[in-house]
Structures are given as C-alpha cells and as structure tokens.
C-alpha cells in the first residue's frame, strides 16, 4: 500500500495478470457465443384407416413409411401428442391435424411419446402408438384407426 491508500502491482504481479490476460478474455468470450443449433429432432406420422367390410383400395405408403397392415388415408383426426418420459412425462406437448394426405409433422425434443389420434365422435376406435425420438432425427410412425 502506498501512503494514499492505493495498492501498487509489483511488476512480478503485473506480468502474471498481462499473460492471463488473453486467457481471460478468450474465456469470457466463449461464454457469450452462440451455440451450434443441433439437428431438430420430431415425429413425421401417417394417419390410416383399417378394417371395416373389406378395403378395397388400399392406399400406396409414402416414402419412409412400411406396414404389413393395409389401410386407407385418414386424415379426419387431431394427433395428440404426449410426453411418457422426461420433465414432462404425462402432460400432452402437441396437437397437430394432419394434412389431405393424412400425414403429420410434428418438432419435439428426444424422448419417448404416446401418439393418440383424437376421432370425430361415433368414429372409428383409436389405436395409440408409442414412439421413440432419437436426437437429431424424426422418427417415422403410421398410427391406424379401426372401423367395423
């Protein structure tokens, strides 16, 4: 300290806080970057009808999509999509109507989701699906609803 109080660097002091220095301040500087934006991440989905007297005419699957059930394009239902593992386990992320074609996309993190198609009233029965969102990539699911 000098006699006004004030503290003096010694020049061992001073060199040591010049070479960190630079460090410091790449330091802070990493901080406030930004962030490489990951690959999304979601669930493309195919609304089908099955079952009644006979299916006549089966609809041709999308590219992506594989089934051994034959079924017809459905697109008269609300997907409703819930959360069955992670922070919000249980809770519903997502409505989403499929598009003339009866297909969905929908965004949703990593994690394991439940995809329940919400039928018109005195339509055909439900069948939920439970799929896998693996980070980085959308998870192709064909969900079937099933008249008499």
Same mark, same amino acid.
């Given at each position: 300290?000098?006699?006004?109080?004030?503290?003096?660097?010694?020049?061992?002091?001073?060199?040591?806080?010049?070479?960190?220095?630079?460090?410091?301040?790449? #330091?802070?500087?990493?901080?406030?970057? @930004? !962030?490489?934006? #990951?690959? @999304?991440?979601?669930?493309?989905?195919?609304?089908?009808?099955?079952?009644?007297?006979?299916?006549? #005419?089966? #609809?041709?699957? %999308?590219?992506?999509?594989?089934?051994?059930?034959?079924?017809?394009?459905?697109?008269? &239902?609300?997907?409703?999509?819930?959360? !069955?593992?992670?922070?919000?386990?249980?809770?519903?992320?997502?409505? &989403?109507?499929?598009?003339?074609?009866?297909?969905?996309?929908?965004?949703?993190? @990593?994690?394991?989701?439940?995809?329940?198609?919400?039928? %018109? !009233?005195?339509? @055909?029965? %439900?069948? %939920?699906?439970?799929? &896998? &969102?693996?980070?980085?990539?959308?998870?192709?699911?064909?969900?079937?609803?099933?008249?008499?």
């Amino acid at each position: 300290m000098t006699p006004r109080g004030r503290t003096i660097l010694t020049a061992r002091a001073q060199r040591l806080l010049l070479a960190l220095l630079p460090v410091l301040l790449l #330091s802070l500087a990493a901080c406030g970057a @930004p !962030k490489q934006p #990951s690959q @999304p991440s979601g669930v493309v989905g195919l609304v089908l009808f099955e079952g009644g007297p006979v299916v006549l #005419s089966p #609809s041709a699957l %999308p590219a992506g999509f594989s089934s051994g059930v034959q079924g017809r394009l459905y697109p008269y &239902v609300t997907m409703e999509i819930r959360a !069955k593992t992670g922070l919000h386990a249980g809770d519903v992320v997502a409505k &989403v109507k499929p598009d003339a074609k009866a297909l969905f996309k929908v965004t949703l993190p @990593p994690g394991t989701y439940v995809l329940n198609p919400l039928v %018109p !009233k005195h339509g @055909p029965w %439900p069948h %939920p699906v439970t799929v &896998v &969102v693996q980070p980085g990539r959308y998870t192709h699911a064909i969900v079937y609803v099933e008249g008499m």
